[in-house]
């Protein structure tokens, strides 16, 4: 079963990973385009071609700074030759390399950077190079708009902190149990919610019952964007000691006009 951040390509289930900030792919998996039974054999016989193991050897001295050159120049000399054999670990262990992984476990395999893990597939098949390249953009894409997302509720949340500060020191008085404190953050965590979203947290909830999470955790990037803006501003209107429901009205004018510019989308009804 391929799992998140597997890539698909004409059937073929090929595992990613990151490590010291480098994307790779599974070479093995790769390997099993070309032959299921013996994805090694096919390693083996692509690392001992002199083409390859100059690629390699080029690709380590732009990257590795603990890359040893004295042992590739001795590969690099004997390949193409009959006897000639290299391993993914032997070439590892000589020479230092990083370009290159040896995964143990279940799981594990022969990993590639990605330059490497390409150049490797258009020695199987160019077409079969040019879908993995093509799925492997869109991964990524899809990652950098989740991390976008992530981003965003995170300042959501830093942002909340200094809303949360402004209604202790402004709207909650000093003889006050805990439970009473809560009712008063939870309105006016849905002053914001009915300017933003129309409804209170509460009728998300039974609108949704089958979600889980709270109507912040299924917003878009843009109006986390607008929200982050306006616990701020309800923040310093909460200073000011403006009224809540002078607070709704102007907090909804305010998620018009954003959203308007962020999105272009005049579909939202002022609250009256």
Same mark, same amino acid.
């Given at each position: 079963?391929?799992?998140?951040?597997?890539?698909?390509?004409?059937?073929?289930?090929?595992?990613?990973?990151?490590?010291?900030?480098?994307?790779?792919?599974?070479?093995?998996?790769?390997?099993?385009?070309?032959?299921?039974?013996?994805?090694?054999?096919?390693?083996?016989?692509?690392?001992?071609?002199?083409?390859?193991?100059?690629?390699?050897?080029?690709?380590?001295?732009?990257?590795?700074?603990?890359?040893?050159?004295?042992?590739?120049?001795?590969?690099?000399?004997?390949?193409?030759?009959?006897?000639?054999?290299?391993?993914?670990?032997?070439?590892?262990?000589?020479?230092?390399?990083?370009?290159?992984?040896?995964?143990?476990?279940?799981?594990?395999?022969?990993?590639?950077?990605?330059?490497?893990?390409?150049?490797?597939?258009?020695?199987?098949?160019?077409?079969?190079?040019?879908?993995?390249?093509?799925?492997?953009?869109?991964?990524?894409?899809?990652?950098?708009?989740?991390?976008?997302?992530?981003?965003?509720?995170?300042?959501?949340?830093?942002?909340?902190?200094?809303?949360?500060?402004?209604?202790?020191?402004?709207?909650?008085?000093?003889?006050?149990?805990?439970?009473?404190?809560?009712? =008063?953050?939870?309105?006016?965590?849905?002053?914001?919610?009915?300017?933003?979203?129309?409804?209170?947290?509460?009728?998300?909830?039974?609108?949704?019952?089958?979600?889980?999470?709270?109507?912040?955790?299924?917003?878009?990037?843009?109006?986390?964007?607008?929200?982050?803006?306006?616990?701020?501003?309800?923040?310093?209107? =909460?200073?000011?000691?403006?009224?809540?429901?002078?607070?709704?009205?102007?907090?909804?004018?305010?998620?018009?006009?954003?959203?308007?510019?962020?999105?272009?989308?005049?579909?939202?009804?002022?609250?009256?």
């Amino acid at each position: 079963m391929a799992k998140k951040n597997d890539i698909i390509v004409e059937d073929v289930v090929i595992k990613t990973m990151a490590k010291n900030g480098i994307d790779y792919l599974c070479i093995t998996d790769i390997a099993k385009k070309k032959n299921a039974d013996d994805p090694n054999g096919v390693i083996s016989n692509w690392m001992r071609n002199r083409n390859t193991v100059e690629f390699l050897g080029i690709w380590e001295t732009l990257h590795n700074p603990n890359f040893n050159p004295l042992e590739f120049e001795g590969f690099r000399k004997e390949a193409g030759l009959n006897a000639f054999t290299l391993s993914p670990s032997r070439w590892i262990e000589a020479t230092n390399a990083i370009g290159i992984i040896s995964q143990p476990g279940r799981y594990g395999g022969t990993y590639a950077q990605t330059d490497i893990a390409f150049e490797f597939t258009s020695w199987i098949s160019v077409e079969f190079r040019l879908y993995l390249v093509m799925e492997f953009q869109r991964l990524k894409a899809k990652e950098q708009e989740l991390l976008g997302w992530t981003a965003k509720r995170e300042l959501s949340k830093i942002n909340y902190h200094i809303h949360t500060d402004a209604i202790k020191s402004h709207l909650i008085p000093e003889e006050i149990t805990p439970a009473q404190a809560s009712i =008063i953050y939870a309105e006016e965590a849905d002053v914001l919610n009915m300017a933003m979203f129309g409804k209170t947290a509460k009728q998300w909830r039974e609108a949704n019952p089958d979600l889980k999470g709270n109507i912040r955790d299924y917003a878009t990037i843009n109006e986390l964007i607008c929200l982050s803006n306006m616990e701020n501003i309800n923040a310093v209107l =909460i200073n000011d000691g403006v009224p809540q429901g002078e607070r709704l009205i102007k907090l909804n004018q305010i998620a018009i006009q954003q959203m308007r510019i962020l999105e272009g989308n005049s579909g939202r009804d002022i609250l009256k």
